[in-house]
């Protein structure tokens, strides 16, 4: 196992870029699936899930060759209708691929999906959305089973919730079914908007995306597309926090600011100066952060993937903070760790009571999960003395170069193996 060795206390300044979203380039690597020939993806983290993603891709058929930043798929004409069990087991988001598969292949076979620990995260309205457009499961022992007798046929979806990866994947089965797909309440998350824009880009006809009410017209196929990945706005936000907490000034450039307005305007509010330009944000933080209540929504609401780090950064606030976490039930295993840090943290309910602290004290703790992890590091960067966050690799699911990256800004980090 890895740790990350952290020693706080040193105010990080400086620069730094970030790559192209996690929850943005797993979709379109998905969405290649949808066209036979070469598809060059580029502005691509080199993470974890980037890597698991494409394990999947190719088990169906597709070939993907990496080249620094750039991600080169080649798909088939014929691909296999069946995702590889156990990587699917590991990561949430290849429940994607029934969409696409459905579409290409009239059938797919996969696991039910795992990914991070936030409590019950069920798939229903994925099925339910993709079931509208003509598609029958059934599971049988941990497996999949859908096919589309009569194929995809587009239909008049209506979510019960704008749930980000029933609107992906029904996105994805509609952009080839026949006829007009209408989506009503779906997610507006950059992401999403960017996986539209991708579509659109290889032939398909999609209007809306971005908005609550996206139209899907069918068409006969797509080509093989190239194309840039949307900035990454979580790890934009998490060295932004990082910087503040180490009452430092960082500036993240090539990175899209409106993408973050929520989170800034909370960063804000808690005392940091936020400078914003074209496509960079700076944000110096205070002496000591001020209380601050916000709730997670989806965008452009505050993003619960931006939740651990910002509780993080309200630890050694001054007065108590309130969070509510309306996404995920399941989410709190790091309020354990940074308590164990010195926080004075409490949940009731949805909701999580941060007694802002004088000094967080460097501990031993767990990163639990990426954005949990991402929290860790950014209460070892306010600490005093030295922090040990072991089961590091968490973080590599979501943050490319994350220790050069905070080196650079004068953090003193290592990785160690225990
Ligand atoms: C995506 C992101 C994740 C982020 C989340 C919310 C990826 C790879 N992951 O996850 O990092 O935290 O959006 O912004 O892009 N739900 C159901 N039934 C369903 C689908 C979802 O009840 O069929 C519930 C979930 O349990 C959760 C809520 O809806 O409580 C939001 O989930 P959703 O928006 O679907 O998130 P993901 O697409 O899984």
């Not at 979580?234 to 430092?248: C, N, V």
């Not at 409490?346 to 007694?355: F, K, S």
């Given at each position: 196992m890895e740790a990350l060795q952290i020693t706080g206390g040193i105010p990080l300044n400086g620069s730094i870029g970030v790559l192209g979203a996690k929850n943005a380039v797993l979709k379109h690597l998905v969405a290649t699936l949808l066209a036979p020939g070469t598809h060059v993806l580029s502005n691509v983290p080199d993470?974890?899930?980037?890597?698991?993603m494409c394990e999947?891709?190719?088990?169906?058929?597709?070939?993907?060759?990496?080249?620094?930043?750039?991600?080169t798929v080649t798909v088939p004409e014929v691909l296999s209708?069946?995702?590889?069990l156990d990587v699917v087991r590991k990561m949430r988001a290849s429940i994607l691929v029934l969409g696409a598969l459905l579409t290409r292949v009239g059938s797919v076979r996969i696991a039910l999906p795992g990914g991070d620990d936030f409590g019950t995260r069920p798939i229903d309205m994925h099925l339910d959305g993709l079931a509208r457009l003509g598609a029958e499961?059934?599971?049988?022992?941990?497996?999949?089973?859908?096919?589309?007798?009569?194929?995809?046929?587009?239909?008049?979806?209506?979510?019960?919730?704008?749930?980000?990866?029933a609107t992906e994947n029904?996105?994805?089965?509609?952009?080839?079914?026949?006829?007009?797909?209408?989506?009503?309440?779906?997610?507006?998350?950059?992401?999403?908007?960017?996986?539209?824009?991708?579509?659109?880009?290889?032939?398909?006809?999609?209007v809306g995306a971005g908005t609550s009410r996206i139209?899907?017209?069918?068409v006969p196929e797509l080509v093989a597309a190239t194309y840039s990945v949307v900035p990454d706005r979580?790890?934009?936000?998490?060295?932004?926090?990082?910087?503040?907490?180490?009452?430092?000034e960082v500036t993240v450039v090539n990175c899209v600011p409106d993408h973050l307005r929520m989170e800034l305007s909370k960063m804000r509010a808690a005392g940091c100066d936020v400078t914003i330009g074209e496509s960079t944000i700076t944000v110096s933080g205070p002496e000591r952060p001020t209380a601050v209540d916000f709730a997670t929504l989806p965008y452009p609401g505050f993003h619960t993937d931006m939740h651990p780090q910002m509780v993080a950064f309200l630890a050694s606030g001054d007065g108590t903070s309130i969070m509510t976490e309306n996404l995920y039930s399941g989410r709190f295993r790091y309020i354990e760790m940074l308590n164990r840090m010195g926080a004075a943290i409490?949940?009731?309910?949805?909701?999580?009571?941060?007694?802002g602290q004088s000094t967080l004290v460097g501990a031993t703790v767990d990163a639990c999960d990426i954005r949990a992890g991402a929290a860790m590091v950014i209460a070892a960067l306010a600490a005093a003395g030295t922090t040990t966050i072991v089961d590091a690799s968490h973080l590599d699911r979501g943050y490319t170069d994350l220790e050069p990256k905070l080196k650079s800004l004068g953090a003193t980090i290592a990785r160690i193996a225990l």
């Open positions: 993470i974890v899930d980037v890597r698991l999947v891709l190719e088990h169906v058929g597709a070939r993907c060759v990496a080249d620094g930043t750039t991600r209708a069946e995702a590889p499961f059934e599971s049988r022992d941990g497996v999949l089973y859908g096919e589309a007798p009569r194929g995809l046929i587009g239909a008049d979806v209506d979510l019960g919730f704008p749930s980000v990866g029904i996105l994805l089965a509609a952009v080839m079914a026949k006829g007009t797909t209408v989506l009503t309440n779906a997610a507006r998350e950059p992401e999403l908007e960017d996986l539209a824009s991708y579509l659109t880009a290889m032939g398909a006809k999609v139209e899907i017209h069918g979580l790890e934009a936000g998490t060295y932004l926090l990082a910087g503040a907490a180490s009452r430092g409490r949940t009731d309910g949805q909701h999580v009571v941060i007694d």
